[in-house]
């Protein structure tokens, strides 16, 4: 059985880089905390079909996995295709962008495996519920509850949704602002708004209690997307191009659903043949 070490990347490295060389059956993710839900369960699938393999993920913020990769890639010829990491999976694609500009990553290897939506969602128990975001923002006697956009980046998306469709000025007094995801659900199961507005992993977390009536579309509902790169050391590069390729099988598109996420975009997938 695989592990999931919740331990600094830097720390793992430092223990494995003096002359450690993990087996060539193993594919080493460096990923942020936040994208551990799906990373983790994407692993899993694939260890199911790929018994010969077995994932291992160290986790990091940012900043860290940056540094981290960029010590890896610029100790010299030694670590060159013998470094311990197979592919990165930040949470967010920014990272992904700088790690390209430097060639920390292969060109052409980085796959978009999922996006964000935002979802309206209402208590499970709910009969009459509205069936889109459209027509409870319309609505003058729905109450909405959203998160704080000063706070979260939940909260931000949801005020530029809101924003591009024209809706801020005449929903604003129907708004009732929790601090984060939790304290929005919070408000409306506890009667304090009549419907919520989430991202969908957020959702799907607590689908016991609500249920989504509606998911945002256009750009303006997704907030990220992530996406998943083979470093330019990368030990096994047929490993890591079987997983990046395994991302967009219709398994773990169905894995990645359940979990609350939505498709990539069509032009997030990418060539992992090279």
Not at 129 to 136: E, R, T
Not at 220 to 248: I, N, T
Request: aromatic fraction near 6%; include cysteine; charged fraction near 20%.
């Amino acid at each position: 059985m695989s592990r999931y070490l919740l331990m600094p990347l830097g720390f793992f490295l430092s223990m494995v880089l003096p002359g450690a060389v993990l087996a060539l059956e193993s594919l080493v993710i460096a990923a942020s905390p936040s994208v551990a839900g799906p990373v983790e369960a994407l692993s899993r699938k694939f260890e199911a079909t790929h018994p010969d393999a077995r994932v291992k993920i160290y986790y990091d913020t940012a900043l860290s996995l940056r540094q981290t990769i960029a010590t890896v890639e610029n100790r010299g010829r030694y670590f060159i295709g013998t470094g311990p990491i197979h592919l990165v999976a930040p949470g967010g694609d920014e990272l992904i962008t700088r790690l390209q500009q430097k060639y920390y990553v292969l060109p052409g290897t980085t796959v978009t495996y999922a996006s964000v939506p935002l979802v309206l969602v209402v208590p499970e128990s709910l009969v009459d519920a509205p069936s889109s975001l459209d027509i409870a923002v319309r609505d003058s006697r729905i109450r909405i509850a959203v998160a704080d956009p000063s706070l979260t980046a939940l909260g931000q998306e949801t005020r530029r949704w809101l924003e591009s469709r024209g809706f801020v000025g005449s929903a604003a007094d129907r708004l009732d602002i929790a601090t984060d995801a939790a304290g929005v659900l919070d408000h409306l199961l506890n009667g304090k708004a009549d419907v919520a507005i989430v991202f969908g992993p957020d959702a799907a977390r607590e689908r016991e209690r609500v249920r989504v009536v509606d998911v945002a579309t256009g750009s303006d509902g997704s907030a990220k997307l992530h996406s998943m790169a083979m470093v330019r050391s990368c030990p096994d590069r047929a490993l890591g191009q079987e997983f990046l390729a395994f991302l967009h099988t219709s398994a773990s598109q169905a894995l990645l659903r359940s979990l609350g996420y939505g498709l990539p975009p069509a032009e997030g997938a990418a060539d992992t043949t090279r």
